[in-house]
Nanobody, 129 residues
Framework: QVQLVESGGGLVQPGGSLRLSCAAS????????LGWFRQAPGKEREGVSC????????YYTDSVKGRFTISRDNAKNTVYLQMNSLKPEDTAVYYC??????????????????????WGQGTQVTVSS
């Protein structure tokens, strides 16, 4: 069964840190670019970060630059999102996603949600004092 399972969400105070993990099962992440998205209450889901299939190219939305770091460990079939200096506006359900990417686009970091084939079920991140 193909699935992505996120973990690591929770309640944290402003300025705190969380590390989200997303483990794949039923398929290998080697051929996929990987992304993190989030959806806050009453808002549309937005892209937060992505990492190319090669692992060499990353992207961050402006609001998280300098605070969030995406990484991948193909040996563990897992993608991570390290979130530091968290703010209340980071509160959202966070989703990981995988986009099948051919070798010609190994350094491509997909931005569109429609590029992503597999999605996790989401993990809640709440930043509040």
């Amino acid at each position: 069964q193909v699935q992505l399972v996120e973990s690591g969400g929770g309640l944290v105070q402003p300025g705190g840190s969380l590390r989200l993990s997303c483990a794949a099962s039923g398929f290998s992440l080697d051929s996929y670019a990987l992304g993190w998205f989030r959806q806050a209450p009453g808002k549309e889901r937005e892209g937060v970060s992505c990492v190319s299939r090669s692992g060499l190219i990353t992207y961050y939305t402006d609001s998280v630059k300098g605070r969030f770091t995406i990484s991948r460990d193909n040996a563990k079939n897992t993608v991570y999102l390290q979130m530091n200096s968290l703010k209340p506006e980071d509160t959202a359900v966070y989703y990981c996603a995988a986009a099948l990417t051919d070798y010609k686009r190994i350094h491509h970091c997909p931005r569109a949600q429609s590029d992503y084939t597999y999605w996790g079920q989401g993990t809640q991140v709440t930043v509040s004092s």
